[in-house]
């Protein structure tokens, strides 16, 4: 039986709960050997160019499909995680996707408030771990000579033009890739290549840069300031705020209006 993924911007992880045996269909629709995958392993493929496998046995996995603009946005919190791609890996043993995929199917089907944060929380661990085992950081030199890697300066240009023009809504590294007429992957290396931070970091940078001159006027409430600036909330905006100048935003804004 064939499976057939499209072509997308993201990984696609899948865990074996059960031995399963397939193989992959190549571009020119020929069959690659038949493979078995034990129960606890795990396959990791870019979906940048689409995957395709012919079933030789019955399926029974759990797969997630896991966009790149996620692990960028990831460093808002862990900056030393961010990675630029993945190692893809098929058929590796790894117990720590195992032991998660486990906790989760007692999940699925339920609505309710604990089960919804638990599955957010455990997301953001699977992104954490396949950072940590699989990330990489291509050469700079290397990326340099590779032409789909770099933006021009009309397109770093116009990323961050659409971002200072949006700070107030919820935007994605995705979001900011179209509006440079780039992908995720090339607007992730080059931006960082050209600016030495990930798109999501600048797009902090300069919510706190602009929180900071909205502080300076008395009249308007930190919600306001949080709301203006594109942060979900107050929690969210003193948090940021708190990593980049180590002061909340109302202890920032008493030592500069003293």
């Not at 954490?128 to 770099?150: F, K, N, V």
């Not at 995705?174 to 780039?182: D, E, F, Q, R, W």
């Not at 308007?220 to 969210?236: E, V, W």
Request: proline fraction near 4%; include cysteine.
């Amino acid at each position: 039986m064939p499976v057939r993924l499209p072509a997308d911007d993201a990984y696609f992880v899948m865990l074996y709960l059960d031995d399963v045996s397939h193989c992959d269909i190549r571009p020119d629709g020929s069959l690659t050997a038949a493979r078995l995958y034990p129960r606890g392993s795990i396959c990791l493929v870019d979906l940048k160019d689409g995957v395709s496998i012919m079933l030789q046995s019955r399926l029974d996995s759990l797969a997630f499909v896991v966009p790149y603009d996620v692990f960028d946005e990831l460093g808002e919190l862990m900056t030393d995680l961010a990675a630029c791609s993945l190692q893809c890996r098929r058929g590796k043993a790894d117990m720590m996707i195992d032991h998660m995929g486990k906790a989760l199917l007692p999940l699925f089907g339920r609505s309710d408030p604990i089960a919804t944060t638990t599955l957010r929380h455990v997301a953001i661990a699977l992104c954490t771990h396949l950072l940590q085992d699989y990330g990489r950081m291509p050469d700079i030199d290397a990326a340099c000579g590779s032409e789909p890697s770099i933006l021009s300066d009309m397109q770093e240009k116009a990323a961050k033009d659409y971002v200072l023009d949006n700070l107030q809504k919820n935007l994605s590294v995705s979001l900011i890739a179209a509006a440079a007429g780039v992908s995720t992957r090339q607007l992730s290396l080059g931006f960082r290549q050209a600016t030495g931070v990930t798109p999501y970091q600048w797009l902090m940078q300069m919510r706190i840069g602009r929180a900071k001159d909205l502080l300076g006027q008395r009249s308007l409430s930190l919600q306001t300031i949080a709301h203006r600036c594109g942060f979900t909330d107050h929690s969210h905006f003193s948090r940021a705020f708190m990593r980049e100048t180590g002061m909340t935003p109302s202890t920032w804004r008493s030592y500069k209006l003293q």
